[in-house]
C-alpha cells in the first residue's frame, strides 16, 4: 500500500517561510522523481518543483525559482519544499506527487502517486 504523507503546511504571513515535507511509504522510490503541484481555488493544478532520483536534478516553476527550494532524502523516502519569501498568491493546497515522469516531469501525467494535500495560506 503507497501512502505520501504531507507535512509542513499551515498560515504564514507575507514574507515568511515555511517547509513542507512529504513522506512515502510502502516501497522505495529512490530512483522515481519526486515533485510538488499546488491548486489554488478556481483554479487547475500546476507544477510548483520537482527533483529526480538520479543525479538529483531540479525543476521550478518560473513563479517559484528564486524563492522555492525542493530536495530529497532517500534513506527517509522523503521529499521536502522550503518555501520562503512567500506571497499572497502562493495560496494552495499543496500536493506531493511521485513517478517515473517518462519525460512529463512538470506534467501530472508524468505523476503516479498522490499525497493528500496540504494547505498553505499566506496572508497579506
Known amino acids: 500500500q503507497v501512502q505520501l504523507v504531507e507535512s509542513g503546511g499551515g498560515l504564514v504571513q507575507a514574507g515568511g517561510s515555511l517547509r513542507l515535507s512529504c513522506a512515502a511509504s510502502g516501497r522505495t522510490f529512490s530512483m522515481y522523481v519526486m515533485g510538488w503541484f499546488r491548486q489554488a481555488p478556481g483554479k487547475e493544478r500546476e507544477f510548483v518543483a520537482a527533483?529526480?532520483?538520479?543525479?538529483?536534478?531540479?525543476y521550478y516553476a518560473d513563479s517559484v525559482k528564486d524563492r522555492f527550494t525542493i530536495s530529497r532524502d532517500n534513506a527517509k523516502n522523503t521529499v521536502y519544499l522550503q518555501m520562503n519569501s512567500l506571497k499572497p498568491e502562493d495560496t494552495a493546497v499543496y500536493y506531493c506527487a511521485i513517478g517515473r515522469s517518462f519525460g512529463l516531469v512538470t506534467d501530472r501525467r508524468g505523476y503516479e502517486y498522490w499525497g493528500q494535500g496540504t494547505q498553505v495560506t499566506v496572508s497579506s
Open positions: 527533483i529526480t532520483g538520479i543525479g538529483g536534478r531540479t
